[in-house]
């Protein structure tokens, strides 16, 4: 355990920003989830709608920076192509 007044501050903190990287990372899973049962089910309108959802929370987890940019444009392209594929 730290002994420094603030290294024990940054253990803190730390913890608090996992917590918030942990609950967006499964924000977005969750939508991803959502846009492939959709794409499984071949409901076209369904899986447009939740690829739009998924969009919103793939992009607002990049901007707070729990994903690198490209990552970000990489998971909504291979959303896009998917829904793409079934329309």
Same mark, same amino acid.
């Given at each position: 355990?730290?002994?420094? $007044? #603030?290294?024990?501050? @940054?253990?803190?903190? *730390?913890? +608090?920003? %996992?917590?918030? *990287?942990? &609950? !967006?990372? =499964?924000?977005?899973?969750? %939508?991803?989830? $959502?846009?492939? +049962? %959709? !794409?499984?089910?071949?409901? +076209?309108e369904a899986a447009k709608a939740a690829l739009n959802? &998924?969009?919103?929370? !793939? =992009?607002? &987890?990049? #901007?707070?920076g729990v994903y690198h940019k490209k990552t970000v /444009? @990489? $998971?909504? /392209?291979?959303? =896009?192509?998917?829904? *793409? /594929? !079934? &329309?």
């Open positions: 355990m730290a002994n420094i $007044k #603030s290294a024990k501050k @940054r253990i803190l903190v *730390n913890e +608090t920003k %996992a917590a918030r *990287n942990k &609950a !967006i990372k =499964s924000k977005v899973k969750t %939508a991803v989830k $959502k846009v492939e +049962t %959709a !794409i499984a089910q071949k409901d +076209t959802a &998924a969009i919103v929370e !793939i =992009s607002k &987890a990049g #901007s707070k /444009s @990489r $998971k909504i /392209s291979r959303l =896009s192509k998917a829904v *793409n /594929s !079934i &329309a």
